[in-house]
């Protein structure tokens, strides 16, 4: 029986949202996804997720409030924030709030998988269990 791997995307732009989502399901990841961070939070906190792939600039919550409130309730889901190229500081502030990783935007696919079962193996290390193994 094969663990399937299953990650939150949170992203308002429709078009990312489904290109990244499809992208990654080719590459044998479940991916749900929201388009603002209230809701993201509300899916959290009912559905375990093994992996939060986090836009920054959000309607309502921003990323970083998001990953902030997360931090804050105790959640330890792994996190991987995608900041805009142009904000340095974002990557900084998201890091000093809880983020396992960023990729700056525009990224390529194949890159944003590698990172992500990066993560899963390490998160998998940690805790002493088999995901992505
Ligand atoms: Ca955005």
Not at 1 to 15: G, H
Not at 66 to 71: A, D, K, N
């Amino acid at each position: 029986m094969k663990n399937t791997v299953r990650l939150l995307f949170i992203e308002d732009d429709a078009l990312i949202r489904e290109s990244v989502s499809r992208g990654l399901q080719q590459d044998g990841l479940t991916v749900n996804t929201v388009a603002d961070g209230t809701s993201g939070l509300l899916v959290l906190k009912n559905d375990p997720y093994d992996l939060l792939l986090l836009d920054l600039g959000l309607p309502r919550i921003d990323g970083i409030t998001v990953l902030g409130t997360l931090r804050q309730q105790g959640n330890k889901i792994p996190v991987l924030i995608l900041p805009a190229r142009d904000t340095v500081a974002d990557c900084v502030r998201g890091l000093n709030a809880g983020a396992d990783d960023y990729l700056v935007k525009p990224f390529d696919l194949l890159k944003l998988a590698a990172r992500i079962h990066a993560l899963l193996r390490r998160q998998a290390g940690r805790a002493g269990g088999t995901i992505g193994a």
